[in-house]
């Protein structure tokens, strides 16, 4: 029983090494046509921001707790917002470390249906770049059910072209857009 949930979950973490060593950088972002179905939907996008400089909260987890003890989950959010940060900055010991982790991270989940060779871009823009779009895909051969599709705009991609301003989300099958998420910003 433990042999085979520990083989599950090295599954799982080799499934995420090999979906994240397949991110391709688009060189040349061209449109395409737009043929929206309900096969293929955004389920939940969840984005988050590591700076060098971490949040302050206003007030601890203890003290806000402490406070208002009518209230057991004030100062959630704060203890969240750290453990977002300890679990992306896990492992980096020296400052070059850290400063390749730094940027903005992207985690969309979504849900197909039917089978499908699907593919994910992520299309964006960053501070420095102002309105040059660029793009990463991911490939999914034969999907079906619940993803997730992870991208990260870190490192030397962050320091050089500065954080993402504004981006969105495409679910592509057979070069037609099926499924689209995007920021408030986005054109």
Same mark, same amino acid.
């Given at each position: 029983?433990?042999?085979?949930?520990?083989?599950?979950?090295?599954?799982?973490?080799?499934?995420?090494?090999?979906?994240?060593?397949?991110?391709?950088?688009? *060189?040349?972002?061209?449109?395409?046509?737009?043929?929206?179905?309900?096969?293929?939907?955004?389920?939940?996008?969840?984005?988050?921001?590591? *700076?060098?400089?971490?949040?302050?909260? @206003?007030?601890?987890?203890?003290?806000?707790?402490? *406070?208002?003890?009518?209230?057991?989950?004030?100062?959630?959010?704060?203890?969240?917002?750290?453990?977002?940060?300890?679990? !992306?900055?896990?492992?980096?010991?020296?400052?070059?470390?850290?400063?390749?982790?730094?940027?903005?991270?992207?985690?969309?989940?979504?849900?197909? @249906?039917?089978?499908?060779?699907?593919?994910?871009?992520?299309?964006? !823009?960053?501070? @420095?770049?102002?309105?040059?779009?660029?793009?990463?895909?991911?490939?999914?051969?034969?999907?079906?059910?619940?993803? @997730?599709?992870?991208?990260?705009?870190?490192?030397?991609?962050?320091?050089?072209?500065?954080?993402?301003?504004?981006?969105?989300?495409?679910?592509?099958?057979?070069?037609?857009?099926?499924?689209?998420?995007?920021?408030?910003?986005?054109?």
């Amino acid at each position: 029983m433990k042999s085979a949930a520990i083989f599950l979950l090295a599954a799982l973490v080799a499934a995420n090494l090999w979906a994240a060593s397949q991110v391709k950088i688009v *060189t040349k972002v061209e449109p395409l046509p737009v043929a929206l179905s309900d096969d293929f939907q955004f389920r939940k996008t969840k984005l988050f921001y590591l *700076t060098e400089n971490p949040p302050k909260a @206003k007030k601890s987890l203890s003290s806000s707790l402490s *406070t208002n003890p009518n209230n057991p989950t004030a100062g959630i959010a704060e203890a969240s917002l750290g453990f977002e940060r300890t679990y !992306r900055l896990y492992g980096a010991i020296t400052a070059a470390d850290k400063n390749q982790r730094y940027g903005n991270y992207f985690d969309f989940f979504w849900r197909v @249906k039917r089978p499908a060779n699907v593919t994910v871009r992520l299309e964006y !823009r960053q501070e @420095k770049l102002r309105s040059f779009i660029q793009a990463r895909e991911i490939s999914y051969p034969n999907a079906k059910g619940n993803l @997730k599709t992870e991208f990260a705009i870190i490192g030397d991609d962050y320091f050089q072209d500065g954080r993402v301003t504004a981006w969105r989300c495409l679910l592509i099958e057979n070069g037609h857009i099926v499924a689209e998420n995007r920021s408030y910003l986005w054109e």
